[in-house]
């Protein structure tokens, strides 16, 4: 596993074509595009103290090309969360190639919170009669970025796999922080990962730095799940012990709470003719 500190720029290889993406235009108050989306409500597996709704109280464009990603609480409904999903379930690298997966992102102020983007194969939403644990294990995780907000100015790249349990979350990874300090909330970034298959390598990236790098060598061969296709996900989740770090206890008076979404990208990179 490389972690590294010191500035490294983005690939920048002109041969990168955006595959997908949404950058939230609308007016301010509409609902996100749901053929482009799916919501996840209720009470999933994976949730912490919250559970989660579909409704533009959650879920709604601001207007100026940004999804907003709000959580709430009431004395009668308690903490209420949002989770999206694209609803593509087929991204995966061709072999000898790659994706580059980006999200800008001002994640939600407040304890308690750990606001993510994952990847899950997408055997997690076929698990017939599966447990839901042991097809989260067969479908391994990627999370593209994961702020706890007791580390606020930290963000984590992880993996999540049968072989990865270094970290509290059963996962490996590790984390890397703004230059100054500052809370990652205070304002948007940009979290990228680069997927490649043929060498196999997982690379992330907190506003063009690089500062993990993870291959089959380090999760071994039984731990590396990611030659499977997946869908994304985005999330606030409230109170969950599953993060790499505790998030704290939330206080009912700081909701409600935004996390803003200003642009999600899934680029390939084009194989040489």
């Not at 009668?76 to 593509?88: H, K, Q």
Request: with cysteine.
């Amino acid at each position: 596993m490389d972690t590294l500190d010191q500035p490294g720029a983005l690939p920048t290889s002109p041969h990168w074509r955006t595959l997908w993406q949404d950058d939230f235009a609308g007016p301010p108050g509409a609902p996100l595009d749901h053929d482009r989306w799916k919501v996840v409500t209720g009470k999933p597996w994976a949730s912490g103290l919250e559970s989660y709704a579909d409704d533009t109280d959650h879920l709604s464009l601001d207007g100026q090309g940004r999804l907003r990603m709000t959580a709430t609480h009431t004395e009668d409904e308690g903490y209420v969360s949002a989770w999206i999903e694209t609803a593509r379930e087929d991204f995966l690298p061709r072999p000898g190639g790659a994706l580059k997966v980006e999200a800008v992102v001002r994640t939600a102020p407040g304890l308690g919170l750990d606001c993510a983007m994952f990847a899950w194969a997408k055997g997690m939403r076929h698990l017939g009669d599966t447990e839901p644990l042991q097809g989260w294990y067969l479908s391994g995780e990627l999370d593209v970025f994961e702020v706890v907000n007791s580390e606020p100015s930290e963000v984590y790249g992880v993996v999540h796999s049968p072989e990865c349990h270094q970290l509290p979350s059963l996962g490996m990874g590790a984390a890397t922080r703004t230059p100054d300090g500052s809370p990652l909330s205070d304002d948007f970034h940009t979290y990228s990962v680069v997927w490649t298959r043929g060498p196999d390598s997982l690379t992330w990236y907190l506003d063009g730095r690089e500062y993990l790098r993870l291959t089959p060598e380090d999760t071994t061969e039984k731990g590396w799940l990611f030659n499977q296709e997946v869908f994304f996900g985005l999330l606030v989740v409230i109170g969950s012990p599953g993060g790499p770090v505790l998030p704290g206890d939330p206080d009912p008076a700081a909701f409600p709470t935004t996390m803003l979404v200003d642009r999600v990208t899934v680029a390939e990179l084009e194989l040489p003719a």
